[in-house]
């Protein structure tokens, strides 16, 4: 199978990596959660090459996680903003976070702490059960077989 074909696997994870896969995608979406919106201010900031994050920008926008919103006329100049969907990426990106955090912060600590605004307090990212707010573990998960899942029949 070729990588630009993962995306057509009756898998979760694999169509996700089908738009996010690759590590400049998902930095382009953590500046869109800090708050960068103009295409000069990513690359100002990643140090990511024009062309690379002309191309990542385009595909976030044709994938329907950003919109590209105009802020000036002349010359013609664009905002890239999270949509719903891209907002929706917010506990990934913060996943992502909490695991670089506990494994590879080399006895520093975090880079960036996050405080819930509503309570006041600085947190640590936790997934939890929809049906009763328990947290997760992998041991106590079990995947079952749904409605999308299909066989898929090689020639």
Known sequence: MK????GDIPCSIARSLA???DRWTLMVLRNCFLGIKRFDD?????????HVLAERLQRLVEAGVL???PYQQKPERFEYRLTEQGRDLYPVLMALVSWGDKWLDEG???PLEYLHQPCGHKFRPVMVCSECGEPLSPKQVMPMIGP??????TA
């Open 3 to 6: 990588w630009q074909d993962i």
């Open 148 to 153: 999308g899942f299909q066989v898929v029949k």
């Open 19 to 21: 738009v996010l896969g």
């Open 67 to 69: 919109q590209k919103v």
């Open 42 to 50: 990513f690359q100002t900031n990643l140090g990511v090459t024009r």
């Open 108 to 110: 520093r600590g975090a």
